[in-house]
């Protein structure tokens, strides 16, 4: 199984359509976050999903259970994402009441910081699953926010994440076509999550970088089979 792409921060048709071409497995778009430059209203974002061949992303935080029902029976998502101070108690609920997958996002120090808190994160990443969430998203928590700054996660700390936990990771934060396929041969993620890294502008893509990083992302898993099989 090749390594999945998720090309998030969707906002325009024409996007969704290239990524869909250019081999996105999911395309994702934000709903309902206030502070974000790429939050989409959930009527903008089932118009997004109706032009997707790929499988469907509504990424959204703060919200209470009753909202996120409301969510999933508006847009019918293959996956909601939780993006926020979300409970695993929450997830739980959740999960008793919508049919789609759940995936949680884990704020990880930035490559810049010294990774001292790996056994909280793989505490609070195992309590998560065990609430019964699909899949987990390891993305970069900074001072500026937390998900959608270009700013790498450590590869290091989400390399013994993806080690130890039993759930598919994906990997976020600061990934470029440039750097897709070294994060993938060091980190060994089920899948990569993009959204700023092939943008023109926050919520704007750009075509070219989309193709190149969907790619890129395809051979640099290619690489780590052949490593492998080489051993």
Not at 21 to 45: H, L, M, N, W, Y
Not at 195 to 202: A, F, H, N, Q, R
Request: hydrophobic fraction near 45%; proline fraction near 4%; aromatic fraction near 6%.
């Amino acid at each position: 199984m090749s390594v999945k792409v998720k090309i998030c921060g969707l906002t325009r048709i024409k996007d969704v359509q290239i990524a869909c071409s250019a081999g996105s497995d999911f395309c994702g778009v934000v709903v309902e976050i206030r502070d974000s430059p790429r939050s989409q209203t959930k009527k903008k974002a089932k118009e997004l999903f109706a032009a997707s061949n790929s499988a469907t992303v509504a990424v959204t935080r703060a919200k209470v259970l009753v909202e996120l029902v409301e969510l999933f029976n508006f847009l019918s998502p293959f996956a909601i994402q939780l993006h926020g101070d979300e409970t695993p108690e929450l997830i739980a609920a959740l999960k008793l009441k919508i049919s789609c997958q759940i995936w949680k996002a884990i704020p990880l120090p930035t490559m810049e910081e010294e990774p001292k808190e790996f056994l909280r994160l793989l505490t609070l990443a195992q309590d998560f699953v065990k609430s019964g969430c699909d899949a987990l998203v390891l993305d970069a928590a900074s001072k500026s926010g937390f998900g959608g700054k270009g700013v790498a996660a450590s590869w290091e700390l989400a390399t013994k994440l993806v080690e130890q936990l039993d759930v598919p990771c994906f990997l976020a934060g600061g990934l470029t076509p440039e750097n897709v396929g070294e994060a993938i041969r060091v980190v060994k993620p089920f899948g990569v999550d993009v959204s700023s890294g092939v943008e023109i502008s926050p919520g704007v893509k750009d075509a070219e970088k989309i193709r190149l990083f969907c790619l890129r992302a395809k051979v640099g898993y290619k690489s780590v089979r052949a490593q492998v099989d080489e051993t």
